[in-house]
């Protein structure tokens, strides 16, 4: 058995590099504006909604439009979707801004004016958020628009029914509200040009989005009913009513396709086919919009795609081709293979492709055109977003290529920041908006968690959906289903080492409470307050139960130590601690013997200190057991230093430690022979070349004593010393050793490696006393029964809150256990008194 922590580790600065109990939450990590989900909910369900909506407006000013078009990648990562359907956080974000939109609008407010000016082109997500984030800074900004009104892509290709006009109109008219200049109907290569913004701007954010669908590349795409997916639903949106057939065709899989197919249905087809040519599982589209496209009638034909446009002057059909999965793209998307000899005919007439779309580079006009902008997207630094033309930054899909809108967002997020940096010369800001799903460090445990469904929005009749075909599908939360939602949120965070300690409990306060805010306290005002770094436990459980294997009490321990060093440790209280190691390694109570009857000592017993003042009859009992059993067995009596150790003395605990080990090369003993779990854990790790054993793991080896079957049949529960903590095969022959006596154990919750401290751990009875009765409580608050402890300690402390217990060795050795489960630990005067006497009983021995 060594020394599970070694003690020349730095653990302040382990646990603050190491500790994951402020990473992020999965929905935030995931969520490229970084927002604040786990917050966000926690308002929620506690009914606050306005700040709620305040820590969605921190990273999203436009959550009515996001609340509901955004691809959930939050959504995605939530940890309640391990177990059932996720948290709506989209859903809960849209609940807030329609609850209070004039709140939403009183937080668009500009900073101070500054005289710089940018122009930003294109007002979709990206720019819009630009805008924003720049007139929150006090620039001035010139906002460019193609179309009629703002909104880019939202505006153009969204429709209504899913982004009501309205929401959008009041969310970004937002930008209007801070002061941005607005030019409509400016579209950037013929009414305004690149070089003229340069001129007359100190930065351009170029937002332009990707505007141009892609091609079918098949034969009879040029017949006039083969609608490109953007000119359909720009068509439709704008209100010029887009002549379909009766039968409609809609080829793609992602969200786009799935508009096209729900709006065609509006406008009057009466079958709508949607084509993907890989498996439903693998379609980027929602699954909550593929669902309503289900219910509303749209026919899907998975592993299928198009090798032909039928028709000669008018569209009469397409021409399939059955598809099977073949080997993943660089991607990681299984490519679609056609199957040989599959295909078939589908008579439409009209044939919406959606396959998804690009960048339009015409904007740059001759001689500005540049090798690295392609047929796909626009190079920009990945963390400025800066291009290759000075003063030019780009962002959102113009520069990725289609992605969600709430990248773009996160991209208008970043650019305004980096425009910001850039012109005032400074660093960029560590917080920058990701742009795209993070992962976490976070390790949530969910066990126990139990299911909690998530709350129904049952969508618009479909009967009224195509009567009416802006009206929007999905409704909103209620306000009790909204806080009802909020709570099955299981608030991500780690703190298993909190949850566990009424040490840390008391000292952290500050969600979501880690082991890191323990050494920041300490390392701050340890010294001003030591009582803090003493008032640790020093038990472990922190440890066993970190993911990443870190122990607070270790860092509390480093700093007792410092205080010691600057001779302001130990604190008065421990003057009755100091006094008990000086007077216990002194040599009126020590002793150093081999065997009586062989003058030999191939084995040494070492009850330890507690045990001889508490049971000097249990050590008089286990020695008689030994020698019975094994020839050469001496005794050591003396501390092991552990006492010491707790307050952070460890010079002298050294010292002590060092004696015993000195006694023992003495005697010549091979095996020591521990009682106490401490002794153990102390000897192992300061004086490793000792070999140790336990003494139940030796009473196991070599049988019961005769007396240890008397009364048996009781039921006891077994309280784990801290020592033991990480002792799992003295753990098994405490377990063995009570059921070979034919006694029954049952476990508390906390046992073995995640043993509850009783309360006398790490001396803090001796300088807080209350929080020590909080840990036995803690502990006693699992005990059903009456309690079987191999630490003598332990029992006193037990026993002293009114729960009776009863050490192994009684068990094993008195008969009358039953009578001594009542008996009340000695006085320290009686403890001294017996040691004394078990010398002199050692010393007598023939």
């Known amino acids: 058995m060594k020394a599970v922590n070694p003690p020349e580790a730095n653990w302040s600065d382990k646990i603050l590099s190491e500790c994951i109990g402020e990473e992020r939450p999965p929905c935030q990590a995931a969520c490229p504006l970084d927002i604040r989900v786990r917050e966000k909910l926690r308002r929620i369900q506690a009914g606050d909604m306005a700040g709620a909506l305040e820590v969605v407006l921190a990273r999203c000013p436009f959550p009515g439009i996001l609340g509901r078009i955004c691809s959930r990648p939050c959504e995605a990562a939530c940890t309640r979707g391990q177990i059932e359907a996720p948290i709506a956080i989209a859903g809960l974000k849209r609940y807030l801004a329609d609850l209070d939109p004039a709140a939403v609008s009183r937080a668009a407010v500009p900073g101070p004016d500054r005289p710089e000016k940018i122009a930003i082109v294109g007002s979709g997500p990206a720019g819009l958020m630009a805008a924003y984030e720049l007139r929150r800074l006090g620039y001035q900004v010139t906002l460019f628009e193609a179309a009629d009104a703002l909104g880019g892509a939202l505006r153009l290709y969204l429709p209504a029914f899913r982004l009501p006009r309205e929401v959008l109109d009041r969310e970004t008219g937002l930008v209007v509200q801070m002061g941005a200049e607005v030019r409509l109907r400016t579209r950037l290569g013929r009414d305004i040009h690149l070089e003229d913004l340069r001129r007359d701007f100190a930065a351009v954010f170029l937002a332009l989005g990707a505007h141009k669908s892609l091609s079918l590349q098949i034969p009879g795409e040029d017949l006039p009913q083969v609608w490109p997916v953007l000119d359909f639903l720009r068509a439709a949106n704008s209100g010029l009513h887009p002549e379909v057939g009766p039968r409609v065709a809609v080829i793609g899989g992602g969200n786009a396709a799935l508009d096209a197919a729900r709006t065609a249905l509006r406008r009057g087809a009466r079958e709508v086919h949607l084509l993907y040519r890989r498996s439903r599982e693998l379609m980027p589209a929602l699954a909550s919009e593929v669902a309503e496209a289900g219910r509303e009638g749209v026919q899907f034909h998975f592993l299928t795609m ?81 291009t290759q033309i000075p003063g030019v930054f780009a962002g959102g899909d113009l520069v990725t290529g289609p992605r969600t809108a709430v990248a773009a967002f996160a991209a208008g997020r970043r650019a305004a920041l980096a425009i910001h940096s850039h012109l005032q010369q400074e660093p960029l800001p560590a917080d920058l908006p990701p742009l795209a799903s993070r992962t976490t460090r976070l390790i949530v445990d969910t066990t126990g968690v139990l299911p909690a469904a998530r709350q129904a929005r049952p969508g618009l009749p479909v009967a009224e959906r195509l009567a009416n075909p802006g009206a929007e599908v999905e409704p909103g939360f209620s306000p009790a289903a909204a806080q009802a939602e909020a709570g099955r949120c299981l608030a991500c965070v780690c703190s298993q080492c909190v949850k566990d300690c009424t040490f840390l409990q008391q000292y952290v306060h500050h969600f979501p409470y880690t082991e890191k805010e323990i050494v920041r306290l300490v390392q701050e005002r340890g010294e001003a307050e030591p009582l803090i770094p003493y008032s640790c436990h020093y038990c472990g459980l922190c440890q066993a139960v970190c993911p990443k294997d870190l122990h607070a009490g270790l860092a509390c321990l480093e700093v007792r130590r410092q205080l010691v060093a600057q001779r302001q440790g130990p604190l008065p209280g421990h003057k009755g601690v100091k006094d008990y190691v000086k007077w216990g390694t002194h040599p009126v109570f020590t002793l150093s013997r081999p065997d009586p009857a062989t003058g030999k000592a191939r084995q040494v017993f070492f009850p330890g200190c507690s045990l001889p003042g508490y049971f000097p009859h249990l050590v008089k009992a286990a020695y008689g057991y030994l020698r019975e059993r094994l020839q050469d067995t001496g005794v050591i009596l003396n501390c092991c230093g552990a006492p010491s150790l707790m307050l952070g003395e460890q010079e002298v605990q050294e010292q002590v430690a060092a004696r015993v080990a000195l006694e023992f090369e003495k005697l ?33 080896e070599h049988g019961l004593p005769a ?87 332990c029992r006193a402390k037990f026993h002293r809150a009114g729960h009776a217990s009863l050490h192994l060795l009684e068990l094993l050795f008195n008969p009358g256990w039953r009578q001594a489960k009542a008996a009340a630990p000695v006085s320290p005067s009686k403890r001294w008194w017996s040691r004394w006497r078990l010398k002199r009983w050692f010393q007598g021995l023939r």
């Open 306 to 386: 198009p090798v032909r446009i039928l028709g000669d002057k008018r569209l009469a059909g397409l021409l399939l081709q059955q598809t099977e999965l073949g080997e993943p793209d660089a991607q990681g998307r299984f490519c679609p293979v056609p199957v040989p000899d599959s295909q078939s005919t589908l008579e439409v007439d009209t044939v919406i492709p959606a396959l998804g779309q690009t960048a339009d580079f015409g904007f740059f006009g001759p001689g500005l055109a540049f090798d690295t902008a392609t047929s796909h997207r626009l190079e920009a630094d990945p963390v400025t977003l800066h």
């Open 668 to 700: 010549g003993g091979q095996e020591l022979i521990a009682a106490c779990t401490h002794c153990l854990h102390t000897l192992n790790r300061f004086q490793p070349q000792i070999k140790t054993r336990s003494l139940y793991e030796v009473m196991l």
């Open 707 to 793: 007396s240890a079957r008397d009364g048996a049949g009781s039921v006891f529960q077994v309280h784990d010393p801290c020592g033991a903590r990480h002792m799992p095969v003295v753990q098994d022959a405490v377990r063995d050793l009570v059921a070979a006596g034919g006694h029954r154990l049952e476990e508390m919750p906390h046992n073995r490696e995640r043993t509850i401290c009783c309360g006398a751990g790490g001396l803090v009875p001796a300088v807080d006393n209350a929080l020590a009765q909080k840990m036995t409580a803690f502990r006693l608050s699992e005990a059903t029964r009456d309690l079987v402890i191999y630490c003598a300690s």
